[in-house]
């Protein structure tokens, strides 16, 4: 082949692989050993950053899942989306079930249901001896400022706002028998439990082609409010005894929220 023909079948393909690149509207990477070529349209801006040269930014969404949910008793599935190069939203819809890192701090300990100085003779808060965790339903939203300005990839900081409502069963309490609670059929009692967190969260993103991976940190205030079922030895003057009385209580409290998680998604 001539040096002429050579020279114009290098500016023919040069010429094709820009055509495919404007209409797919895709930043593709070309390399050598020793040069990279970057066709990229004039709207997306190159990465400031030359460590990331070789990732995909041409989305600017990602659907996460949060593994390490199942402890805290929600199950999510979370989209975000990217606002520029800066910002973005995530939002978050899910299911929740029985909250093991709760049962597990005790932090409902603080919550007295005694009456009258009677105690409460059912199954202590997220105790399972008498009660079931029944499905509920959460959601979150989180707006986030990315500090590179490379997209949703990298360090970044927000607010966010978590909502959770965690549904139960408690069996009815049918008889007390020397001051202890009995268990022989009857109904099952729905109570119920709402959190609601408020906090400031940090954390870092990256992506790597379609899959992404992200830590985080956050810090804020927890508000609980919620409805128990439970069941007193109280004494009746008609009987002259302690006879069983049952019903609903409600309770609340604000504790401190801190929590590090994990989520993987999908980027495109």
Do not use: C, W
């Amino acid at each position: 082949m001539q040096p002429n023909q050579t020279i114009k079948s290098i500016l023919a393909v040069v010429m094709i692989l820009m055509f495919i690149n404007v209409n797919a509207q895709k930043k593709r990477h070309y390399r050598d050993s020793t040069t990279v070529l970057v066709f990229s349209q004039s709207s997306t801006p190159l990465s400031k950053n030359p460590n990331k040269s070789n990732k995909s930014y041409s989305g600017t969404n990602i659907v996460k899942i949060a593994p390490l949910g199942i402890l805290s008793g929600v199950f999510p599935v979370y989209f975000e989306r990217g606002l520029g190069n800066y910002f973005s939203l995530q939002a978050g819809l899910g299911i929740t079930g029985r909250n093991y890192f709760r049962e597990l701090l005790k932090d409902y300990k603080h919550v007295d249901f005694t009456t009258n100085h009677n105690s409460d003779l059912a199954d202590a808060l997220y105790t399972f001896d008498h009660r079931i965790a029944k499905p509920g339903f959460m959601y979150s939203i989180q707006p986030r400022y990315y500090e590179d300005g490379e997209g949703i990839d990298g360090y970044f900081g927000g607010i966010g706002f978590n909502s959770a409502t965690f549904n139960f069963e408690h069996q009815e309490v049918t008889n007390i028998i020397n001051y202890a609670a009995t268990y022989n059929g009857g109904t099952a009692q729905s109570e119920s439990e709402h959190i609601k967190d408020i906090f400031f969260v940090s954390g870092y993103q990256t992506l790597d082609h379609k899959i992404s991976f992200e830590a985080t940190a956050e810090m804020g205030i927890r508000l609980v409010s919620g409805t128990k079922y439970v069941a007193y030895s109280a004494y009746d003057n008609t009987v002259s005894n302690y006879v069983l009385s049952t019903g609903f209580k409600d309770y609340s409290q604000t504790l401190f929220y801190y929590n590090i998680g994990i989520k993987i998604g999908y980027h495109f």
